[in-house]
């Protein structure tokens, strides 16, 4: 169980940090354009939250259910 939660838990801290880059590029290419990019910067650090406990959960499910 705990390789394929790891995997899951993996593959969904992958997902956050890949949102995580496309929020940070369209905040750049919006804020070039004198556009509003609160929203942006607030969807980004959400994302980054969400990768960082993901990740670290991927951890602990990997060593919590080790055989």
Do not use: K, P, R
């Not at 995997?7 to 004198?34: D, F, K, W």
């Not at 509003?36 to 959960?57: H, K």
């Amino acid at each position: 169980m705990g390789v394929g939660l790891g995997l899951v838990l993996g593959l969904v801290a992958v997902g956050a940090a890949v949102m995580t880059a496309l929020y940070s590029y369209n905040y750049a290419i919006v804020h070039a354009q004198g556009g509003e990019t609160a929203g942006l910067l607030a969807n980004s650090g959400v994302a980054f939250g969400v990768a960082m406990l993901a990740a670290g959960l991927a951890l602990v499910a990997i060593h919590a259910y080790d055989g």
